[in-house]
């Protein structure tokens, strides 16, 4: 069955989840995201064959893609709470599912997603505190597209 969303849409009917580290799936909703940027990180290879006269020849061998959030800290939000936990660990603890859910319904779990905060609660006197934080795929992500 096709998505019942068509067309254009606002960028904030994409959410994200987080999961407890080691869990199966992403869960938690992360509160107060205000904007979120994504790159991919493609590895192509590149030779000159013979027969190509010249041109080149190339294959896409490699993937990866990094989610960047920019939010605010929201005290007792599970999610929010779970990633701005984050901030002072390092290694594999900093490893937890992570999805993405698209306006159509597609999910891609990022399922020991890398997270690395970049800012918490810092700023202004009179600003509202920041969470701020970059998902590194770390494998293979599961695209599951909408029903």
Same mark, same amino acid.
């Given at each position: 069955?096709?998505?019942?969303?068509?067309?254009?849409?606002?960028?904030?009917?994409? $959410?994200? $989840?987080?999961?407890?580290k080691d869990a199966?799936?992403?869960?938690?909703?992360?509160?107060?995201?205000?904007?979120?940027?994504?790159?991919?990180?493609?590895?192509?290879?590149? #030779?000159?064959?013979?027969?190509?006269?010249? #041109?080149?020849?190339?294959?896409?061998?490699?993937?990866?893609?990094?989610?960047?959030?920019?939010?605010?800290?929201?005290?007792?939000?599970?999610?929010?709470?779970?990633?701005?936990?984050?901030?002072?660990?390092?290694?594999?603890?900093?490893?937890?599912?992570? $999805? #993405?859910?698209?306006?159509?319904?597609?999910?891609?779990?990022?399922?020991?997603?890398?997270?690395?905060?970049?800012?918490?609660?810092?700023?202004?006197?009179?600003?509202?505190?920041?969470?701020?934080?970059?998902?590194?795929?770390?494998?293979?992500?599961?695209?599951?597209? @909408? @029903?």
């Amino acid at each position: 069955m096709a998505s019942a969303n068509t067309g254009v849409y606002p960028c904030y009917e994409n $959410q994200f $989840q987080v999961g407890e580290k080691d869990a199966e799936t992403a869960t938690n909703t992360i509160a107060n995201c205000e904007s979120f940027s994504v790159a991919f990180d493609n590895g192509v290879e590149e #030779w000159n064959p013979f027969d190509q006269k010249g #041109w080149k020849a190339r294959l896409m061998t490699a993937k990866s893609v990094t989610i960047s959030v920019t939010g605010k800290r929201t005290i007792g939000d599970a999610g929010n709470d779970l990633i701005a936990g984050l901030a002072f660990k390092n290694g594999r603890d900093v490893e937890v599912p992570f $999805q #993405w859910t698209f306006p159509d319904g597609t999910t891609v779990l990022l399922k020991d997603a890398v997270v690395s905060v970049t800012a918490l609660g810092a700023g202004d006197s009179t600003g509202v505190a920041p969470l701020e934080f970059e998902v590194m795929s770390n494998g293979k992500p599961i695209v599951t597209p @909408a @029903a």
